[in-house]
Structure formats: C-alpha cells, structure tokens
T-cell receptor
Framework: DAGVIQSPRHEVTEMGQEVTLRCKPISGHNSLFWYRQTMMRGLELLIYFNNNVPIDDSGMPEDRFSAKMPNASFSTLKIQPSEPRDSAVYFCASTPNSDTQYFGPGTRLTVL | TQLLEQSPQFLSIQEGENLTVYCNSS?????LQWYRQEPGEGPVLLVTVVTGGEVKKLKRLTFQFGDARKDSSLHITAAQTGDTGLYLC?????????????FGKGTLLTVNP
C-alpha cells in the first residue's frame, strides 16, 4: 500500500497568492483529517471528513481556508489569500473508522 | 475543550540511559495513543491503550494508561539513537461518536551517541 500521499511536499509562495494542498488517502479509509503543525501550537486539527462529508470544520482558522473532498480518493485544502502566519507543515491523515490515524508525509508551506 | 499536556517539552540524553515522558489531562479519554514523528515525516502510531491501568510493552518501550484514563506515560529503557524523534500523545473522544483525536504538543527526544 502506498500510504497517504500529499503534494506538493514543499511550497513557497508570496503573501496574497492562492495555495492548494492535495491529499490522496489510503484506499478504503472512510475518514480524512487535515492538520496544521507549528512549533508554537503543535498539531492542530483543521477539518475532518467522513465518507466525503465535512463533519467538523471548527478548527479552520478563518474564511481564507477551505477544504473539499469531491470523492473518496482525493481532498484539497485551499488558502486564499495566503499570509505569512499560515507558514506551517500541513498534514493529511486517513483512518478506516478506527482510532488509528495514518499520516501523510506533510506539505511544508512557506509564505513570504 | 479537551487538552493534553506533555512533559518535558524537550529531553536530551545519552545512549543507554532510561527516560520517562508524560501526558496529562483533566479530561477522560476513550483511548490514548502514542505516536513518534521523525524529521520531515508524519507521525506514526506506536501503541493504543484503552483500559484504565493498562500497561503495554513494545520492546524497550513501556506505555501505561492512568487508572482514571486521564493520563499516560511512556518509559524507554536503554535509549538508542534511533529513538530520537518527537513523541506525541493523542486522546480519543470519551463518547466515541467520532474519530477525532486531541493531540499534545509533544516531547522532542534527542538521544546522543
């Protein structure tokens, strides 16, 4: 199994630009999570999908952030417009509806 | 809001030493998980404990879940350089109505040769 796949692995952009992060969960997993990790705040849950439906988006920081899951094998997290304080590592994780979450390698985002 | 506090935040030891890291909360969790994260990678699950007082061993690693299911500890015997990484604890919701986990900020362990 390929595991959770995220792209790109690194993204450097300028303030105000749109950023799109992509995730392919493990086949057969019903739930998908987007997290943001920083030294100051640790690993924060942004949004959680179950069977492609957003269940809890209370962690999305503001309207500049949006996430979609058009099908069971693909999800995107979009930031528009991006700001320097959005710089972080963004992780996608999936689970077959159990306690175990399988994380992707992350996307390191730098907003200049 | 459920919070998990991990201590210490940073730990640097020599190879061969023993260590214990802690994960504490005022909230009850249905389960408690420990993950290890290496630089440039995502967290990887080490163990899940679900019963109050439960102890699990994984080679040189010993995990314990508190009797009240509010805290946990991870003990490493004879640490090796390969144990270096960020250790994260994560709690499952008490109602088990969803699969959200609450993560602590982690303990960054460095094992020096």
């Amino acid at each position: 199994d390929a595991g959770v796949i995220q792209s790109p692995r690194h993204e450097v952009t300028e303030m105000g630009q749109e950023v799109t992060l992509r995730c392919k969960p493990i086949s057969g997993h019903n739930s998908l999570f987007w997290y943001r990790q920083t030294m100051m705040r640790g690993l924060e849950l942004l949004i959680y999908f179950n069977n492609n439906v957003p269940i809890d988006d209370s962690g999305m920081p503001e309207d500049r952030f949006s996430a979609k899951m058009p099908n069971a094998s693909f999800s995107t997290l979009k930031i528009q417009p991006s700001e320097p304080r959005d710089s972080a590592v963004y992780f996608c994780a999936s689970t077959p509806n159990s306690d175990t979450q399988y994380f992707g390698p992350g996307t390191r985002l730098t907003v200049l | 809001t459920q919070l998990l506090e991990q201590s210490p935040q940073f730990l640097s030891i020599q190879e061969g030493e023993n260590l214990t890291v802690y994960c504490n909360s005022s909230s009850v969790f249905s389960s408690l998980q420990w993950y290890r994260q290496e630089p440039g990678e995502g967290p990887v699950l080490l163990v899940t404990v679900v019963t109050g007082g439960e102890v699990k061993k994984l080679k040189r690693l010993t995990f314990q879940f508190g009797d009240a299911r509010k805290d946990s500890s991870l003990h490493i015997t004879a640490a090796q350089t390969g144990d270096t990484g960020l250790y994260l604890c994560a709690g499952g919701p008490p109602s088990r109505s969803n699969y959200k986990l609450t993560f602590g900020k982690g303990t960054l362990l460095t094992v020096n040769p």
